[in-house]
């Protein structure tokens, strides 16, 4: 990274400026890890056995750490921790989601800053919420340091529209989410609920969030969960193309359409989604054989559509 020059002026400017009498927060990254993963879990042998003349229940999970530490001790928490001196918060998420978790090369960008002054009993923590998309079934996962254990969790959101009115030019709608998480393995389930609140003017608007349940969620993991989950449907509502990084290298057309419609919610035509994608993907000479009535093409994703 280039560096500014510095001129006389400023250099004396600095000398005497003291960033001390500014209140300064704590810096952290929470990281939303989302997967398309089979029904039955590929971290454990499981008693029940496949079925092989039909393809595998497929399952939108996130990634959760037990929290082995206070606040939230026992409590279940996205991957997550301080950012380091020259550190940024990318490279923070990184670290993290490999430290906590064994997972490392995911997807991963931005899609929020959480700085409520009291989302954190410890202090003033600002939060930067990062979305990671993983193979799920590429890697075992581990706890670290601060966790007692990582596990993947079935996700399933439920909105329900409390209010909506107008006045004065103003539209406010409330929104009640229902977060329903599920583990197989531990047989654990829980559901937490964000309100949302949206407020329209014209033609400009803003939305704000208030955890009302945890359930058994830390912090306010719950929000940040929900706006993750909204950013990541939004953009397969769009050209589609970040489901991908939900996929391995490559797949059947019918596991890439099964991904689309875990994260929409609903199910596609199948002539409407093939005609779709088209551009986006190429047909190899391989097929997969096991699973179905009869062999399945593979396919992998275009390159030049992906990065022409």
């Known amino acids: 990274m280039a560096k500014y020059a510095l001129s006389k002026k400023e250099k004396e400017f600095l000398k005497t400026y003291d960033i001390t009498e500014f209140d300064r927060p704590s810096v952290t990254t929470d990281v939303a890890a989302f997967a398309v993963m ?3 879990s590929t971290e454990a042998p ?3 056995k496949l079925n092989y003349r039909k393809d595998p229940e497929r399952e939108l999970q996130i990634l959760l750490v037990k929290r082995g530490s206070y606040p939230f001790k ?5 991957p997550g921790g301080f950012s380091k001196k ?3 918060t990318h490279e923070t998420a990184l ?3 490999e430290e906590e978790t064994g ?5 991963l960008r931005p899609f929020g800053v959480f700085s409520k002054p009291e989302r954190d009993p410890r202090g003033w923590i600002i939060s930067h919420g990062y979305l990671a998309l993983i193979d799920g079934g590429k890697y075992r996962l581990h706890a670290g340091a601060d966790a007692w254990e990582a596990a993947w969790f079935r996700l399933s959101v439920e909105c329900k529209e409390v209010s909506k009115k107008a006045k004065h030019g103003m539209t406010v709608v409330e929104n009640l989410y229902a977060l ?3 583990q197989a393995e531990r047989d654990l389930e829980f559901t937490a609920k964000v309100q949302e609140t949206k407020r329209f003017s014209e033609l400009h608007g803003n939305m704000t969030y208030e955890v009302v349940d945890m359930g058994e969620l830390a912090f306010d993991h719950a929000e940040i969960i929900l706006n993750a989950w909204q950013s990541l449907r939004r953009e397969a509502e769009g050209s589609g193309k970040i489901i991908f990084d939900l996929m391995p290298e490559k797949f059947t057309l019918n596991s890439l359409q099964r991904a689309f419609e875990l994260v929409l919610g609903r199910k596609l035509l199948v002539a409407n989604f093939r005609r779709k994608i088209a551009p986006l993907v190429i047909e190899t000479e ?3 054989t096991g699973v179905g009535h009869r062999p399945a093409k593979l396919y992998r994703r275009n390159p030049e559509e992906f990065f022409g």
């Open 38 to 40: 089979n029904e039955l």
């Open 46 to 48: 499981s008693e029940k």
């Open 74 to 78: 026992g409590k279940w928490a996205l």
């Open 86 to 88: 020259q550190e940024s």
């Open 95 to 97: 670290r993290e989601l």
């Open 103 to 107: 997972v490392a090369d995911a997807y």
């Open 180 to 182: 329903h998480f599920y």
């Open 286 to 288: 391989e097929e997969i």
